[in-house]
């Protein structure tokens, strides 16, 4: 039977829990304590403790860079990816009759700052991600983004980001990615997207505060934001306003202002953790766990809307459900963390998770399950 990748007994899991929510949120590591009480040292130790965060900030930073094999100036940190998306969107010289693609079902973060982007207003066009054809049809020479998630939020479903890429070169498209629901067990490789974003307190085991924004130098060589603050501007010195501002040359553009250092902190430490393992390791082990439990949804009649093939999904098991809020009590009644909303009950694995949590998952549903 697999047995978890991760020492449960280094995260916060209550004792008798299985804990599948990382597509929410993932319990707290236990090595994160010390991290806070580093950050409330360095914040209190003058103008050397500031040295100390803004040294966390480039470590952060640089492993980020080197997992995801890019250079460290293309890695930015954002408050969270509906702020980086926003920044993104801004930044576009927009005209009337401009588009933009993206999935019906896609998480709002992405969505919701193309949505309200008002002088002038953006088309809104809509095609399954899953179906690249679809969005082929969907763009045109107006079309200047396509937003995607690398994983479905809803679904658990994991897009072909090559076939999308294409697609947005033919029309001369942005492509921008959230990598939320995959960074910390899928390989992150973005230099496929123009930009790239990925909250971090998810599989990344980290907590909210804080955002990678990945910046494609290479493909977007002369990007600019819309809008700057005083950390994002290249000079600490007093600004000369008349003579014009000039922005930091790297992704820290899209950090306006100070970055969430306890965040970052957590970060640090989130990172040094994952560090021990390989991504494609983590890989596996999560889809030996969904895999199963979708076998085992299959045999007890129960449908899942997460593709079967472990090429076409992430580390999430989904199903839609009218009782989808009654049946998520009945389980964490049972000392079962699942998520709840939006219609359908997720079960998201990572490395702290075993097989025995699976059998759990499938007894507790075959008590509750209700059509």
Not at 157 to 186: I, M, N
Not at 271 to 297: I, W
């Amino acid at each position: 039977m697999t047995q978890p990748l991760f020492d449960p007994g280094d995260f916060r899991i209550p004792e008798g829990v299985t804990h599948v929510c990382a597509g929410g949120e993932t319990p707290f590591l236990r090595r994160h304590d010390a991290a806070l009480l580093q950050y409330a040292q360095d914040k209190s130790a003058g103008p050397p403790g500031r040295d100390r965060q803004d040294a966390v900030v480039l470590r952060v930073r640089e492993k980020v860079a080197a997992a995801w094999g890019v250079e460290r100036a293309d890695i930015g940190i954002c408050a969270h990816v509906a702020e980086g998306m926003s920044m993104l969107v801004e930044s576009l010289d927009w005209q009337p009759g401009d588009n933009a693609v993206v999935d019906p079902d896609e998480y709002p973060s992405v969505v919701a700052p193309l949505a309200l982007q008002r002088h002038p207003k953006v088309e809104l066009r809509f095609a399954r991600a899953g179906d690249p054809e679809a969005v082929a049809a969907a763009v045109d020479a107006r079309t200047r983004l396509i937003g995607v998630s690398y994983v479905s939020y809803l679904t658990g479903e994991r897009y072909d980001l090559t076939a999308l890429r294409q697609v947005a070169d033919r029309v001369g498209a942005l492509l921008a990615v959230d990598y939320t629901q995959a960074a910390g067990y899928l390989p992150i490789r973005p230099q496929i997207a123009d930009f790239a974003f990925a909250a971090c307190y998810k599989w990344l085991l980290g907590m909210t505060g804080t955002a990678i924004a990945y910046w494609n130098r290479a493909r977007q060589p002369g990007w600019m934001p819309g809008t700057a603050g005083w950390h994002s501007i290249d000079s600490m010195a007093r600004p000369d306003y008349a003579g014009g501002l000039a922005l930091v040359p790297d992704a820290m553009r899209f950090a306006r202002g100070n970055p969430a250092h306890a965040s970052l902190y957590v970060l640090d430490s989130a990172l040094d953790y994952l560090g021990r393992f390989e991504a494609e390791t983590v890989q596996r082990h999560v889809q030996t766990l969904t895999t199963a439990l979708l076998a085992r949804l299959e045999q007890a009649g129960i449908a899942s809307t997460t593709p079967a093939d472990p090429a076409r999904h992430g580390a999430s098991v989904c199903i839609a459900s009218p009782q989808a809020g009654a049946i998520t009590k009945a389980l964490f009644d049972r000392g079962i963390y699942a998520w709840n909303g939006r219609g359908r009950i997720r079960f998201s694995f990572h490395g702290f998770n075993g097989m025995a949590d699976v059998e759990r998952i499938m007894q507790a549903l075959r008590a509750e399950w209700r059509d």
